[in-house]
Structures are given as structure tokens and as C-alpha cells.
């Protein structure tokens, strides 16, 4: 079935450092979302990526969806302490609804 | 706030027992999918409902069942617990099956003993 994965696990960073996380797919994607989930909290959608080599910026959030997509990339640029959480991407659709298995971001002020 | 609202979100059953978790979602969606996701994990895709009808189903067995209601609310009904499906309990409501996004609940914690 379908697997998608992301790197790195867990990340920790200087407060204004930039961060980056990868998701991979096993097969191609009809879109990919994202998501972040706060400690103890529940996932907020972020953004939705649909067209092969798409890029979408929300303020210092910058996404990526591949040439073949079948893989994405989330980028903060500047990080702070608000930006902790774990991060999902999510291939999503009418295929199965697949989370990655996310990435967790700590930022040390 | 017309947000997803779940109910309960704390429960305790013992092993054997049945539940049902209770999800309203977010006013004028339509679509709703449940997820598990036990600590430290992302979440797991149980199924998605539309139209009362279960559209998509994850990797869990016949022990987790669900329902649609009229009103797009739901259901999710878990028979002869086992102390592994303790987890929380995600239940995610959407417009047109998910292609916009999906708002999430706070969930449902439960505990099997």
C-alpha cells in the first residue's frame, strides 16, 4: 500500500534558524496537504499543493510539491518558538487518506 | 465556533467492552474521516464517510464500524476492545471528500484497562 515517509524524525534548532522537512511518497500523489500538530493539540491543516512543481509561501512557511509528485518539502524560514509542534504531510483526495509519519520540531529560544 | 466538536473526549472501558465516539463536524461540511493515533505517532486512517455511506477504509478490522447521520454527524463504534486500541481518537470533518482540508476535533482519549 501506499507509504509516505518524511526526514528527518525530529529536528532541533536555534531560534532563527531556518527548518526544512521532506516527505516522500511511494507512489504519485493527487495532492498532498499539510498539517501541524502543537503538543497535545489536534492537526491544523496548513496548506494544500495540487499542481506538479508547485510552490506556495504563507509568511515565513514556504511549500514545495515535486516535478513527479510523489514528494514535498515544507521550509521555515527564521524560526520561532511558535513553530513548535510536529509537522504531517498528508497525501490526501479520493485515494486513501495517507499521513506521513511526521516531523517533529523543537526550537530552542 | 462552528468547529468539529467530538464527544466524549475522555473514556475509560475495559478490555471486552464496546464504545461509541460521537463527532459533529464543522458547520457546512460534509465529509467526515476518523483517525487513531496512539502516542507518539501520527495518525492512522480508519475511514471516511459521505453521503452516509463509508467511501474509504483504512488498514483496521471489522471491529471498528461507523455511521453517517442526515445531519453529517458520526459515529465510531468500536466492538471487543483490546488494550491496543487505546489511542486518541481523531475525527476530521472536510468539503467535497477532503480536497480542501480537513479540520480536525480535539479527539477523543481512550483507555482501555
Known amino acids: 500500500g501506499q507509504q509516505v515517509m518524511q526526514i528527518p524524525q525530529y529536528q532541533h534548532v536555534q531560534e532563527g534558524e531556518d527548518f526544512t522537512t521532506y516527505c516522500n511518497s511511494s507512489t504519485t500523489l493527487s495532492n498532498i496537504q499539510w498539517y501541524k500538530q502543537r503538543p497535545g493539540g489536534h492537526p491544523v491543516f496548513l496548506i494544500q499543493?495540487?499542481?506538479?512543481?508547485e510552490v506556495k509561501k504563507q509568511k515565513r512557511l514556504t511549500f514545495q510539491f515535486g516535478e513527479a509528485k510523489k514528494n514535498s518539502s515544507l521550509h521555515i524560514t527564521a524560526t520561532q518558538t511558535t513553530d513548535v509542534g510536529t509537522y504531517f504531510c498528508v497525501g490526501g483526495g479520493y485515494q486513501k487518506v495517507t499521513f506521513g509519519t511526521g516531523t517533529k520540531l523543537q526550537v530552542i529560544p | 465556533d462552528a468547529g468539529v466538536t467530538q464527544s466524549p473526549t475522555h473514556l475509560i472501558k475495559t478490555r471486552g467492552q464496546q464504545v461509541t465516539l460521537r463527532c459533529s463536524p464543522k458547520?457546512?461540511?460534509?465529509?467526515v474521516s476518523w483517525y487513531q493515533q496512539a502516542l507518539g505517532q501520527g495518525p492512522q486512517f480508519i475511514f471516511q464517510y459521505y453521503e452516509e455511506e463509508e467511501r474509504q477504509r483504512g488498514n483496521f478490522p471489522d471491529r471498528f464500524s461507523g455511521h453517517q447521520f442526515p445531519n453529517y454527524s458520526s459515529e465510531l463504534n468500536v466492538n471487543a476492545l483490546l488494550l491496543g486500541d487505546s489511542a486518541l481518537y481523531l475525527c476530521?470533518?472536510?468539503?467535497?471528500?477532503?480536497?480542501?482540508?480537513?479540520?480536525f476535533g480535539s479527539g477523543t482519549r481512550l483507555t482501555v484497562v
Open positions: 476530521a470533518s472536510s468539503l467535497d471528500r477532503g480536497l480542501q482540508g480537513y479540520t
Open positions: 458547520s457546512g461540511h460534509d465529509t
Open positions: 499543493l495540487v499542481k506538479s512543481g
